[in-house]
Every structure is written in C-alpha cells, then in structure tokens.
C-alpha cells in the first residue's frame, strides 16, 4: 500500500472515524503499518495463512532432537491476530492448529516440563476463549478431533484427555 492510497483512504474518514481508528492503533499491539494493510484490503485467510506460517517455523525449531518451541512466542502471536479482530472459529482454528501440532512433535522431539506445560496452557486458553465467545463446543470439537486422530502420542493423548476432563469438571461447579 502506497502512502498516496492511504491518505486517499483516509481523507474519505470524518472526524470520529478517523479518532476512532487512531484508537484502534493504539489498542492493538501489532506495527501500525500492518494493521493499517489490514484496514485498508482485509483480508482474513491470507492473514490467518501468514500466522500459521509463523507458528508452524517456530514449531520447527529444534536441535538434536530436542525442542526449542518458544511458547512465549506461540501465545505472542496468537494474541496478535487476535488484534485483528477474526472471527472466533478463526481464532479458535489458529489455537487448535498450534496445541495440536505442538503435541504432534512430542512425538518426534523431547520436550521439556515448560513446554509440556505450555502445551497445556494452550489447551486451556483455546477452551477459555471459546467460553467466553460462545463457541466453546466448537473448541471442544477441535481438541476432541485432534486427540480422535490417532497422530498424537499415547502420553499426549491421556494428558489431554485428562486436560479436557479436569476442564469440564471445574467448569460445571
């Protein structure tokens, strides 16, 4: 996107649009060039793409057979999109794409405590956004086809299950 093209975009704003949207920038944590992009031509599959993208690399990093996922930087980017405002199966898409393919490599990489942890915050964040957006049995869905599939490890495989048992029975009190 052009500057020109943008301050065409801009100029056809009013007032309290153009407040509004300044207000959006600063909400959001993302560099203001690319939420502008994204105001300017959404484009929601192609972003969705980008990060999944981003989490399938550092999915991959790895040393001698051990992990080197950063799920700092997995729930980092996540939050991200988040700023974007998808719809919540988008959100809940993105989620499950990362506890599931982050449990698939414990299946090929070892994993520390942390991340082994990690993986079930994930869990956990993805069932908890999916409560509070109304699309908790989609979340639920998600995770249930995962652990269905048969590619997780036999240890992934019981500790969420295990995960998911100890969620419903918490959220039924």
Sequence with gaps: MSKAQ???????????????LLLDVYDVQVHPKEYFEFFINPDM?????????????????????????????????????????PEPETMINLMAYSVL??????????????????IDALAVMML???????????????LQRGLDSGALSRLMTERLTALINEYLSGSSD
């Design 45 to 85: 599959p192609k972003l969705y793409e980008k990060f999944r993208l981003g989490i399938e690399k550092e999915l991959k990093r790895g040393k001698y057979n051990r992990s080197r996922t950063r799920v700092s930087y997995i729930k980092k980017a996540i939050k991200t999109f988040g700023c974007f405002g």
């Design 128 to 142: 908890d956004y999916g409560d509070k957006h109304g699309a908790f049995d989609y979340a639920l869905g998600k």
């Design 6 to 20: 943008f301050r065409k975009e801009l100029a056809q704003l009013d007032r309290e649009q153009l407040v509004q």
């Design 101 to 118: 393919s982050m449990a698939m490599n414990e299946r090929y990489y070892y994993m520390t405590d942390t991340q082994l942890r990690g």
